[in-house]
């Protein structure tokens, strides 16, 4: 499995003083040239999600300065939301530079807005890496605990599947592991209170250098 972007945080919700650029809902807070994007299945615009931003020793997404997340949610239409591949989602990575707030498009309603803060956390790394197609019982019960103690939100460490392994490839090789989400107490569309993942490619010069992925409970 490839290292991750970041050492170990979990993601705390906070209505007030959390990290710049932190943050889920409400309108992105870019600092550089942001785009909206588009699902590529019904081509109606994506729903704003959450924001990373790069933070040094944190969480490193260098060149870049943040990574924006988006998924499709017309309810007039059938979209692979939860796929990293289909494009009825968007990882949008920004570079740095003249600051901007973008504001969503019509008809598309923003989530309520949640600042984040990071917490020290630990988790059972080698427990939580098990493959579970062919863990032993004794594995599969210490996957189980593993996952009720380790963040269900975080940077870094490695990801938390609910239903099992999904790691995308880009470039030829596993993505690198950069954050996931818990759907609640945000109320975002991950299924039944389903977590989101963020990955990265390997490879600097990727043109498409992050995916973002859904798992249901």
Same mark, same amino acid.
């Given at each position: 499995? &490839? =290292?991750?972007?970041? &050492?170990?945080?979990? =993601?705390?919700?906070?209505?007030?003083?959390?990290? *710049?650029?932190?943050?889920?809902?409400?309108? &992105?807070?870019?600092?550089?040239?942001?785009?909206?994007?588009?699902? %590529? +299945?019904?081509?109606?615009?994506?729903?704003?999600?959450?924001?990373?931003?790069?933070? %040094?020793? !944190?969480?490193?997404?260098?060149?870049?300065?943040?990574?924006?997340?988006?998924?499709?949610? @017309?309810?007039?239409?059938?979209?692979?939301?939860?796929?990293?591949?289909?494009?009825? @989602?968007?990882?949008? *990575?920004? +570079?740095?530079?003249?600051?901007?707030?973008?504001?969503? *498009? %019509?008809?598309?309603?923003?989530?309520?807005?949640? +600042?984040?803060?990071?917490?020290? #956390?630990?988790?059972?790394?080698?427990?939580?890496?098990?493959?579970?197609?062919? #863990?032993?019982?004794?594995?599969?019960?210490?996957?189980? !605990?593993?996952?009720?103690?380790?963040?269900?939100?975080?940077?870094?460490?490695?990801?938390?599947?609910? @239903?099992?392994?999904?790691? &995308? %490839?880009?470039?030829?090789?596993?993505?690198?592991?950069?954050?996931?989400?818990?759907? +609640?107490?945000?109320?975002?569309?991950?299924?039944? @209170?389903?977590?989101?993942?963020?990955?990265?490619?390997?490879?600097?010069?990727?043109?498409?250098?992050?995916?973002? =992925?859904?798992?249901?409970?």
């Amino acid at each position: 499995m &490839p =290292l991750p972007v970041a &050492p170990l945080w979990a =993601l705390v919700p906070l209505r007030t003083d959390g990290v *710049p650029l932190l943050k889920v809902g409400g309108t &992105p807070q870019a600092p550089g040239p942001l785009d909206w994007p588009v699902c %590529e +299945m019904c081509g109606k615009p994506l729903r704003f999600l959450f924001q990373l931003p790069h933070i %040094e020793g !944190r969480l490193d997404l260098a060149p870049y300065a943040s990574v924006h997340v988006f998924q499709c949610e @017309n309810p007039d239409s059938v979209c692979f939301r939860w796929d990293p591949e289909e494009g009825a @989602n968007a990882a949008v *990575p920004v +570079m740095a530079g003249a600051p901007v707030v973008v504001e969503s *498009p %019509e008809g598309v309603k923003p989530y309520a807005e949640w +600042m984040l803060g990071f917490e020290p #956390a630990t988790e059972d790394t080698e427990a939580l890496s098990v493959d579970v197609n062919e #863990a032993s019982d004794e594995q599969l019960a210490a996957l189980d !605990r593993a996952q009720e103690e380790a963040p269900e939100s975080k940077v870094g460490g490695v990801p938390g599947w609910l @239903n099992g392994d999904a790691t &995308p %490839e880009c470039c030829d090789a596993p993505m690198r592991f950069v954050a996931q989400l818990a759907a +609640m107490p945000y109320g975002l569309e991950f299924g039944d @209170n389903g977590r989101g993942y963020v990955f990265r490619c390997t490879r600097e010069d990727c043109v498409r250098p992050f995916r973002f =992925l859904t798992q249901g409970a």
